[in-house]
């Protein structure tokens, strides 16, 4: 089964805690903090297969998770970092937000490439002993990995496309010019996925081809297969628009030509592209040729006559798009788009809010907070007036009194809730 478009949801591994430990030794009783710190969390990263050719592997499996980090541990031993999680993708996957459509990434190089981060290792305690501070009962938590969904949507790597309606022989001259094997038979949309052929023009030169399936009128809106594969021309330098010329099903071929071409330019830009208009079924008649030369050339396009049945004229159109290709700028590759993404429990920390719940309690938000709670040891006088002073500092209580706070009032912060005293 073809499928070229799947939404996953991805999540980097979260750093490992910090430790708190003290250094015991014969001799040595006393000998400090030395806890160690907490692994990195595992990297989410996307690699290209050229083995694969669809996502079907990401139909039924939609949530992915890399390793977490290992917390630390004494005499300053370091948790291991998280195992990465490698998900390999077909060439010219395009990676986009889930949430606006934005793209991140085009994977069409062989180069790696770091989607989601793993968060960082939390300190040990060996980090905040200080002369005033000397056994430090407390350490930091490991920071959380970045977190989202995205949709992953393939487009395939081909120099030229092969267009035009249904039964026009697209199939039959893929097989003429390259060894691809696509299914050839006399009846419409025989062909249901797009197929990708290598046609070789010599020694160390060659390009690749694409057959999508036939283009109706309406594609542009849904109609047929068509819609459904366009995407996968979108990368195309150069496209053949294949048109049967001798009328065998009731059609005029200018009609056509003009039709498909309205439906890709109501689809996205493919119509601006150099074109061949190839007039296929020659060896059957040609009497509406010249006519659809002359309509091509009128759109700055080249019209050349071929028989796909017979090999008629088909050397001569390889050879003239090779010659196009010659001149044509390299393959599209989709630059990135700047998405303003929040590392999770790395904000600011000026970046917070104050509410209040219907009660009248209050509560303060801000994800630097929320990692801040998770690293303090309530049972520890040094840590709770470490965590003090931190929201001090970020004026966290200046705004909770400016907000009308009163002594007595409680206050929430995520799962802590405490009654506030000046």
């Not at 799947?6 to 030395?34: M, Q, T």
């Not at 937000?97 to 793993?118: H, Q, R």
């Not at 009328?247 to 601006?272: H, I, M, Q, W």
């Amino acid at each position: 089964m073809f499928i070229d478009s799947a939404r996953i949801h991805i999540k980097a591994g979260k750093g490992g805690n910090g430790a708190v430990a003290f250094h015991r030794e014969k001799y040595l009783p006393s000998g400090g903090p030395d806890g160690g710190d907490g692994g990195r969390g595992g990297n989410v990263v996307f690699v290209v297969d050229d083995n694969l050719s669809t996502l079907m592997d990401f139909r039924y499996k939609k949530k992915y998770a890399a390793g977490n980090g290992e917390d630390g541990a004494g005499k300053r031993c370091s948790g291991r970092k998280g195992e990465d999680l490698i998900i390999r993708v077909p060439r010219g996957t395009l990676i986009k937000s889930a949430e606006n459509g934005y793209i991140i990434k085009d994977i069409s190089s062989d180069e790696p490439y770091i989607l989601a981060k793993g968060g960082k290792g939390g300190w040990g305690n060996q980090h905040f002993a200080t002369p005033t501070r000397q056994t430090p009962r407390f350490a930091k938590a490991g920071l959380p990995g970045e977190e989202f969904d995205i949709q992953l949507e393939l487009k395939l790597l081909a120099d030229v496309g092969l267009v035009g309606f249904p039964n026009v022989g697209k199939s039959t001259l893929l097989s003429m010019i390259s060894a691809a094997r696509p299914k050839i038979a006399n009846y419409h949309f025989t062909t249901l996925v797009p197929n990708l052929g290598v046609v070789y023009m010599g020694e160390g030169s060659s390009f690749v081809a694409a057959d999508i399936p036939g283009i109706i009128e309406g594609a542009s809106e849904g109609a047929g297969l068509g819609f459904e594969f366009l995407r996968h021309i979108d990368r195309c330098r150069l496209l053949i628009h294949v048109v049967d010329v001798s009328g065998s099903e009731d059609r005029d071929p200018v009609e056509d030509f003009e039709k498909v071409l309205a439906e890709l330019e109501n689809y996205s830009t493919l119509a601006s592209r150099p074109q061949i208009v190839a007039a296929n079924k020659c060896d059957i008649a040609e009497d509406k040729f010249e006519e659809l030369k002359k309509a091509a050339e009128a759109r700055g396009y080249t019209g050349m006559k071929i028989s796909a049945a017979t090999g008629e004229g088909v050397d001569a159109l390889k050879s003239e798009v090779w010659k196009e290709l010659s001149a044509l700028p390299p393959m599209t590759v989709y630059e990135p788009e700047d998405i303003p993404v929040e590392l999770p429990g790395d904000a600011s920390k000026e970046d917070f809010t104050v509410s209040r719940r219907d009660n009248g309690d209050f509560v303060v938000e801000g994800a630097w907070l929320e990692h801040l709670i998770n690293s303090t040891n309530f049972s520890d006088y040094e840590s709770l007036s470490h965590m003090q002073t931190i929201m001090r500092k970020a004026g966290v209580f200046d705004r909770l009194e400016a907000d009308g706070v009163h002594e007595g009032d409680i206050v929430a912060i995520y799962d802590l809730e405490f009654e506030y005293i000046k």
